[in-house]
């Protein structure tokens, strides 16, 4: 059974404070939806080029934008990372914001599976690896650890998943998703791929946080400004077996939350210097729509009439100005016609 070591250290507690408060913060404020697609667009583009690049990837981001753009044929092997990790991406996006995905171990095969498409034989492109591998330092280009035995990668994964999926509600989903991606790169359960897919199911767990702005954000940019001190902290040195009872995963989650944090504040930069138009810009009435159906669930014009003195045809025109923006759902019809908030 997984039991990973850990502590909670002023400075960790410290960051998942903050975090919590910078994600808060980000969860009450309103943007256009022209906003916001844009900032998942340039969230995905800089996933893209920042966890391929972490690979040794060579390509710039300008490259990387242009690719993802025009997808063009006849692809050579870098560009075929940077395709791959955005369908990741757009897949994964699309099963959390539908609320059909489910972490388990098929999810990750088939994410290792995208990422790898075309760059690796059918034999290991969705596959748990079946032979010993090893990892290499580029710089001095020889052998620094040796991941476990290819027996032993399957019941070690299972271990990680039952772990994170049994601590849900009695550990930090902050704390759960940097304990996976480390273990995860430890245990190195594919021929190829493995770091892409330990940062792309780490993007999953996060979603757990309740964090609305997932998709806006790029937490592997922080690894790739200084790609020496992420393989620092996320990997061991040496032989598994003889480690695998000494790995203290303490500073790692420090860096992991500290790379979070980074890339929030970053967001919430951007976010800040979006101008608000007079098409964009929310009235108090507005608010008043909103905060009725997060105290609600949901609100009818008859609950709005009670809210304002504003008649009926304006009434009207304060909901679809939201529905436009994208922040809410007109759902039934006639008298019996309601409002949501929009996932």
Do not use: C
């Amino acid at each position: 059974m997984f039991e990973p070591k850990f502590n909670i250290t002023s400075k960790l507690l410290e960051n998942i404070k903050r975090i919590g408060v910078i994600v808060a913060d980000l969860n009450n404020r309103h943007f256009s939806k022209l906003t916001l697609v844009k900032l998942e667009k340039t969230a995905r583009e800089v996933s893209a080029h920042s966890s391929t690049s972490i690979e040794g990837n060579p390509l710039p981001l300008t490259d990387v934008k242009k690719i993802i753009k025009n997808r063009p044929e006849n692809l050579r092997d870098s560009e075929k990372e940077v395709i791959n990790y955005n369908q990741a991406l757009e897949v994964l996006d699309a099963d959390i914001q539908n609320n059909t995905i489910k972490f388990n171990l098929d999810l990750i095969l088939k994410t290792q599976k995208i990422v790898t498409r075309e760059l690796i034989n059918d034999f290991n492109s969705g596959k748990i690896r079946q032979q010993p591998v090893f990892v290499n330092d580029p710089i001095a280009r020889k052998a620094i650890y040796l991941p476990p035995d290819h027996q032993d990668v399957k019941s070690l994964l299972d271990d990680l998943i039952e772990y994170i999926t049994t601590s849900k509600n009695r550990i930090d989903p902050l704390i759960l998703a940097g304990i996976f991606h480390k273990q995860f790169v430890i245990i190195h359960p594919f021929i190829d791929g493995n770091g892409r897919t330990a940062r792309l199911m780490t993007k999953v767990l996060l979603a757990d946080m309740g964090l609305n702005t997932f998709n806006l954000f790029s937490f592997e940019n922080y690894y790739n400004q200084n790609v020496s001190k992420y393989f620092e902290n996320v990997g061991i040195r040496g032989n598994y077996y003889d480690l695998k009872d000494q790995i203290d995963f303490t500073t790692w989650l420090e860096y992991f939350t500290d790379g979070i944090i980074d890339e929030l504040l970053r967001v919430s930069k951007i976010l800040s210097t979006e101008t608000i138009s007079p098409e964009t810009a929310l009235k108090p009435y507005h608010q008043k729509i909103l905060d009725y159906i997060k105290k609600n669930n949901f609100i009818a014009d008859r609950d709005y009439a009670k809210l304002t003195n504003r008649a009926k045809p304006t009434r009207n025109k304060d909901f679809n100005k939201l529905i436009e923006l994208g922040l809410i759902q007109r759902h039934g019809k006639g008298k019996a016609t309601y409002y949501k908030l929009k996932n």
